[in-house]
């Protein structure tokens, strides 16, 4: 398996453990990106990992002289663009050459968030989920840190034990590409760990661990799959529908949430580790969104207003 392969791979199945995305989504980005990878090669001997904005912009320049359809070419750009995400994410380049191109008329998705109450509920129900008290504190404190920090799933299950003694007011992150960052703890997040850390010293096989939250499988850790299957059970005892509840949501509820509430964009890029402001500039769109809908709906003259009302 060549380089390209073998990051496509890593690609898709971090999509498929961290966004839940589904086998044809996956098969869609392992072909629009196998075929963005095998013309880069065309173009001079480029790579994944090397192609510049200018290349990508052939690309689509080459797709449509290729007669293409605009929802095709979109949805190749859309993959693309997902992909140099998650390379900047996992330290395999500095940037994303696709993330200020423009698709053929189709504006760049918002990512779904979950609702304040939503994240309540589900930080309310995380403890009542498993079969012993062990797993039911451990899941409220992976779901309070993961809401009051906004890390990766990644990040989150790979903390060692090391971050978290002394009761910390921050943890240190070790994120994509071996980046470290500080991340404030909140104080309900505090004492779920406090008593995750309590109940855990308790357990002869998790104490031994250096992982913070321990596994008997090969990577001696809690991993992505295993925390997604976790957080639908959560989701589900909530009253939430699972497939509206992934790690990587409660990550945009997170900056989605301090946005709302006053906080500076680039006080966020540095929680949530991003490289590019532009990245985390996403985030204002969905509150531009938010907003909108709050007015339609409440707002006098608002459309859905007007639509509903038998007066109007």
Not at 86 to 100: C, K, L, Q, T
């Amino acid at each position: 398996m060549n380089l390209a392969e073998n990051r496509i791979d890593t690609f898709l199945e971090a999509q498929a453990a961290e966004l839940g995305a589904a086998r044809n989504t996956l098969m869609a980005y392992g072909r629009d990106l196998r075929a963005y990878a095998g013309w880069l090669i065309t173009r001079g001997g480029r790579g994944l990992l090397t192609a510049t904005q200018a290349d990508v912009e052939a690309y689509l320049v080459a797709c449509d002289a290729e007669g293409l359809a605009q929802a095709t070419r979109a949805r190749r750009l859309s993959s693309i663009r997902q992909f140099y995400r998650f390379a900047v994410d996992e330290g395999w380049r500095s940037d994303n050459p696709a993330i200020r191109l423009q698709g053929p008329g189709r504006s760049r998705a918002l990512p779904r968030t979950l609702t304040e109450g939503q994240v309540e509920r589900l930080l309310d129900a995380a403890p009542q989920v498993g079969r012993v008290e062990v797993e039911q504190v451990r899941n409220g404190a992976l779901l309070a840190l993961l809401y009051a920090t906004g890390m990766r799933v990644s990040e989150l299950v790979g903390l060692p034990l090391a971050a978290a003694q002394g009761n910390p007011e921050m943890l240190l992150v070790r994120g994509k590409g071996g980046k470290e960052r500080l991340v404030p703890l909140s104080p309900p997040a505090r004492a779920a760990l406090a008593a995750w850390l309590v109940v855990r010293a308790r357990d002869k096989r998790r104490a031994a661990s250096p992982w913070l939250f321990p596994s008997s499988g090969r990577a001696g850790h809690l991993t992505r799959h295993r925390f997604y299957g976790l957080i639908k059970q959560i989701a589900t005892h909530a009253g939430i529908d699972p497939d509206a509840v992934t790690p990587h949501r409660l990550r945009h509820a997170f900056a989605t949430h301090l946005l709302a509430n006053g906080a500076d964009l680039r006080v966020i890029q540095t929680l949530l580790g991003h490289a590019d402001l532009a990245t985390t500039e996403i985030y204002t769109h969905v509150l531009d969104a938010r907003l909108r809908a709050l007015v339609e709906a409440h707002h006098p003259l608002g459309t859905t207003r007007r639509k509903t009302d038998p007066e109007g």
